[in-house]
């Protein structure tokens, strides 16, 4: 990779328009005690509908925050220190009550060339959370590791959703 800033800030700002619409975002924002290149949040507060037709006068919440990350070269350690501080969020911010639904915490880890002896630990990571009364609902960590390299998208088992939003972002960045 010849300009891996040059790539991760065209990454970003391609990020920042294809979430825009719904997400709110800050660049270059601190978030439990760590400053991230982007940090997406999204809040919906409503009505609880079954089936989306029958209103129940309910209501309820969910929330999901994304954090964009820039690790040039990811070594094993920076990996861990990712997931640490991933986890450290969604259990500092994670606030459910008796309307809560859910909340997502996704971390995109940017980098120039993932080396694939971290896939298996990447895999495997998970760490979510079923919310007991008088709190409700749950919450879950998201990874995807995006590397421009090989303009590849590589996820967690609860990524999948993340790494598909993310791929038309990364197919415009050719």
């Known amino acids: ?14 990020a920042a328009q294809d979430m825009g619409e719904h997400f709110t975002l800050r ?3 601190l978030v439990e005690g760590r400053y991230v ?10 009505e609880r509908k079954p089936f ?13 925050r ?19 501080y991933i986890t450290r969020v969604h259990d ?23 080396d694939r002896a971290l896939l298996r630990r990447l895999k ?9 009364a008088p709190a409700a609902g749950w919450s879950a960590v998201r990874v995807a590791v995006v590397d421009l390299s090989k303009n590849a998208i590589l996820t967690n088992k609860m990524g999948g959703p993340l790494g598909d939003r993310l791929k038309p972002t990364l197919r415009r960045l050719k």
Not at 1 to 14: C, G, I, Q, V
Not at 92 to 105: I, R, T
């Open 66 to 84: 994304c954090l964009f990350v820039p690790a040039e070269k990811l070594t094993a350690e920076g990996l861990d220190e990712a997931l640490g």
């Open 124 to 132: 495997k990571f998970s760490h979510d959370r079923r919310h007991e």
């Open 37 to 46: 290149a982007l940090d997406a949040a999204f809040d919906l507060d409503g």
């Open 52 to 64: 989306g037709l029958i209103p129940t006068g309910v209501t309820t919440h969910c929330h999901e």
């Open 1 to 14: 990779m010849t300009d891996f800033a040059a790539a991760t800030a065209r990454l970003l700002e391609l």
């Open 27 to 29: 660049r270059d924002a």
């Open 92 to 114: 500092n911010l994670v606030a459910p009550d008796g309307s809560h639904e859910f909340s997502l915490f996704s971390l995109v880890l940017v980098t120039a060339d993932f």
